[in-house]
């Protein structure tokens, strides 16, 4: 089943699994398919990434975000990304993406998508930030304001020490790229 048919059954189950509270992790369940494999035969590095997408827009749906992105022409974007290999996930092998929102700062939510083989052993990790983009405002939104315009008191926790790593990392490398352009 490509990564559409799978997005697909995963937004048509979406309102089954209840909604998305910040601070929990959601999982979705798929089998490594030959569509998914490189040479080795294992899930390719680019499926991780989409499927870890397919675990964020989970999320946003859960969580009241997509209502409000087509009613007030908000867009999610992806900031950047870190990912990490432990195990492979091997063709015909069922494993586990659990995603969660794991805090935020200023127009950042950090994100933490895990793949977990049905041993439960961790197969890899993929760390992400995302912003929502507000189209008729031409600005990104401080993430606060999106928490509360989904009706919740949530408050975003510090970052531990891989995550400021991470995002610290992540701004140098944004602003080499603004540099070169």
Not at 27 to 49: G, Q, S, V
Request: glycine fraction near 8%.
């Amino acid at each position: 089943m490509y990564v559409w048919a799978r997005l697909a059954r995963v937004l048509a189950t979406a309102k089954s699994r209840g909604d998305y509270r910040l601070g929990t992790e959601t999982r979705l369940t798929f089998r490594c398919l030959p569509t998914d494999i490189d040479l080795n035969l294992h899930l390719n590095n680019a499926r991780y990434m989409m499927l870890a997408d397919v675990g964020r827009i989970d999320l946003f749906m859960r969580a009241g975000l997509g209502k409000m992105i087509r009613e007030r022409k908000w867009a999610p974007m992806l900031g950047g990304l870190q990912a990490v290999y432990v195990r492979e996930v091997r063709l015909w092998q069922r494993f586990h993406v659990y995603s969660a929102i794991e805090t935020w700062q200023g127009t950042q939510a950090l994100g933490r998508h895990r793949f977990v083989l049905e041993t439960g052993e961790t197969a890899a990790t993929v760390i992400t930030t995302a912003g929502i983009y507000d189209r008729p405002g031409r600005r990104f939104l401080e993430i606060g304001e999106v928490v509360s315009a989904l009706g919740s008191d949530a408050r975003p926790r510090p970052l531990n020490e891989d995550e400021s790593a991470f995002m610290a990392s992540h701004m140098a490398m944004r602003s080499a790229a603004r540099a070169q352009s």
